[in-house]
């Protein structure tokens, strides 16, 4: 398969599973904390952590959510023609070093553009799982796509 879709090929209830996976290290963690500016002590700082619900730090969930959209591309917006949206970011679960993220995206609907008939507008939920296949975030997105070219 090539990479992205045209609006064509998806069809709602369609799900994709993204591979590969992703183990965040504490070193990936680190790095997008500091480069990101996010410098909650949850995320950063051990002995801190240690003390909070979940006795260890937790990985920054922007950096799950950048994880999950960033798997989701050669299956979804690959072809794309802009982001439209983001939207219903949930964070369910946390996510820890070591943990391995996996991403599964379920198409929600296919609407062709009523003023350009070139290209339509595709709404999709991509569920992010640890490796325990428990959900740790969840979200929805609009992506324009367009058509397949005419021969």
């Not at 504490?26 to 952590?49: C, G, K, R, V």
């Amino acid at each position: 398969m090539g990479y992205g879709r045209y609006l064509e090929e998806f069809t709602v209830g369609d799900v994709y599973r993204h591979w590969p996976g992703r183990t965040i290290t504490e070193h990936d963690d680190t790095w997008f904390s500091l480069m990101t500016m996010n410098q909650h002590p949850l995320h950063i700082d051990a002995h801190y952590a240690a003390s909070t619900q979940h006795g260890q730090r937790l990985v920054n969930g922007t950096l799950v959510f950048s994880l999950a959209v960033g798997m989701s591309v050669a299956d979804v917006s690959g072809k794309c023609i802009a982001n439209l949206e983001y939207e219903n970011i949930k964070h369910v679960g946390p996510t820890f070093h070591g943990d391995t993220i996996y991403a599964e995206t379920e198409v929600l609907a296919v609407t062709p553009s009523q003023s350009k008939p070139d290209r339509g507008v595709v709404y999709v939920e991509t569920r992010a799982r640890n490796q325990r296949g428990e959900i740790v975030l969840t979200f929805r997105r609009r992506v324009l796509v367009p058509k397949q070219p005419q021969e």
